[in-house]
């Protein structure tokens, strides 16, 4: 099928690689424009870098609108449009251009969690299930008539880089599957109920500041669900440290945000009477270390609270 894909982040990668492999013809890559990564260095995004690796043609338009990228997608004359994480709004002039419609990949069992974070959100929010949706796109953000869906379940160890990579496997898997049917006419339509929509915002520092006070297992979805970025943190002797790995500790009458050694790490008692304990952390302006090594070179007191 001759297919124009639309996708930026490394989740999408996956997906246009299994287009790839499937032997479609892929007509044209749509990606975000190059940004500024770290110390300012241009970087291309994963897409890209993928796309030009198999002779792919790329575009990278600051906006997949107006009637120049009308007239480009056209004359590109696509079967059907993938979409994976793009991170633009399509309008709908853009959306009815292929044969077969506008799909997306979305990371979540729709109509929970539509919006940018939706991986996680999940985990935030305690969710022991998530998946992947393909959808018909529609003008509302999300809201398209679903075609397949595949669940995942969300592990205890699992974190939203874990769970990234995962969700970009199977979404790519069940891709493959839905173009099938799609070719052969057999995909199915099933509208959106939205009562039961929920939207996953973006994410913000905002999110970061850990409140002790809270139960040992919503402290600890923070830390999974904020990994890379923004990361979960506290203050410890007066600086911000990250936190970046934590696993759930043992009962505890300490006061909490109160510390203590612990074989693994950093002990942490928490509102709900029970402990974390954390694993990973980086104190402002060092390097990521492991929960023991801090205590030990603090040599900090028994009891220290966080903040």
């Known amino acids: 099928m001759r297919i124009a894909f639309m996708g930026t982040p490394d ?4 997906s246009l690689r299994r287009l790839v492999e499937d032997g479609h013809e892929i007509v044209g890559v749509f990606t975000q424009p190059d940004k500024p990564g770290n110390r300012k260095k241009i970087t291309p995004p994963p897409v890209k870098d993928y796309a030009l ?6 575009y990278q338009p600051e906006k997949m609108r ?4 009308v007239d480009l997608l056209r004359s590109l004359s696509p079967e059907l449009t993938v979409v994976a994480a793009y991170g633009q709004i399509l309008p709908e002039d853009i959306l009815s251009i292929p044969t077969h419609g506008s799909i997306n990949v979305h990371a979540s069992l729709l109509p929970k969690y539509r919006g940018a974070a939706p991986i996680n ?3 935030l929010n305690g969710e022991k299930e998530t998946g992947v949706s393909i959808m018909y796109m529609a003008k509302k953000l999300d809201a398209g008539d679903v075609i397949s869906a595949r669940k995942l379940p969300i592990l205890p160890e699992d974190n939203a880089i874990t769970l990234f990579e995962k969700l ?8 493959s599957d839905t173009i099938v049917e799609i070719g052969n006419g057999t995909a199915g339509r099933t509208p959106q109920n939205e009562e039961e929509a929920t939207y996953a915002a973006m994410l913000s520092r905002e999110l970061s500041p850990i409140d002790w006070s809270n139960s040992s297992q919503t402290i600890l979805d923070q830390i999974r669900a904020l990994v890379p970025w923004p990361v979960a943190s506290t203050t410890a002797d007066g600086k911000l440290t990250k936190v970046w790995s934590a696993v759930l500790g043992n009962d505890t009458s300490d006061i909490a945000g109160s510390m203590r050694a612990n074989k693994r ?3 942490v008692a928490c509102g709900d009477g029970k402990s ?3 694993t990973t952390l980086q104190r402002e302006g060092g390097s990521r270390v492991s929960g023991e090594a801090w205590f030990n070179g603090r040599r900090t007191p028994v009891g220290t609270l966080l903040e």
């Open 168 to 175: 970009a496997l199977l979404g790519a898997e069940l891709l």
């Open 265 to 267: 790490g950093i002990e």
């Open 276 to 278: 974390i304990i954390i």
């Open 53 to 58: 690796t198999v002779g792919l043609k790329v």
């Open 11 to 14: 989740f999408a990668v996956a």
């Open 121 to 123: 959100r999940a985990i």
């Open 66 to 69: 107006g009637e120049e990228q």
